[in-house]
């Protein structure tokens, strides 16, 4: 309850009683990891930063332990994405587009996983085929596969994709 009324520091607390009475609380875990992801995000010292990142990511794996959970799952891949933990990042985020195929931020943050991980032709064929039914036309997702078709040195498409933006952003001249 707290948690969705954004009262961080009591949901917080109230997880923290709960790990107390059972180390195994999966919800606790889950409300711990996911208030901390948020509270991460907001944190303006770089440290502080890390360590509830860190202290997310532990709490949202303890979570997720023989479980499923889209929120949970999406956000730990973000946040072991954004730690440089590309494996993990990689096959969080596979696991949850199983479930969920096509999901945007979900196809964007896997393809982002490959790419620095140097694996460029599984980013090409994760971003592909969702771009292509439409499903990611924004001009970032068209930008993200065109700089990727470069970088395997697929220059037609490439040049085919930036086309693509110049008209999405309606800088062609006529």
Known sequence: VYAR????????AEAEAALVLDRADRE?????????????????????????TNDAIGHLEQ????????????????????????????????????????????????????ERNGQIAEAVATLEPEAGRGRLDAPE????????????GRWSDAAARWGAVVDKLGLRKK
């Open 63 to 114: 979570a997720l332990a023989g479980a499923r959970d889209p929120g949970a799952e999406l956000t730990l891949g973000r946040l072991t994405l954004g730690a440089s933990r590309l494996a993990r990042a990689i096959e969080v985020l596979r696991n949850f587009l199983y479930d969920n195929p096509g999901y945007p931020e979900g196809v964007m943050l896997l393809t982002e996983a490959f």
């Open 141 to 152: 997702a068209v930008s993200a596969l065109a700089e990727l078709y470069e970088r395997a």
């Open 5 to 12: 009324a954004g009262r961080a520091t009591e949901s917080i």
């Open 28 to 52: 606790a875990h889950r409300i711990l990891g996911l208030v901390q992801a948020a509270l991460a995000d907001n944190a303006a010292d770089g440290a502080r930063r890390t360590q509830l």
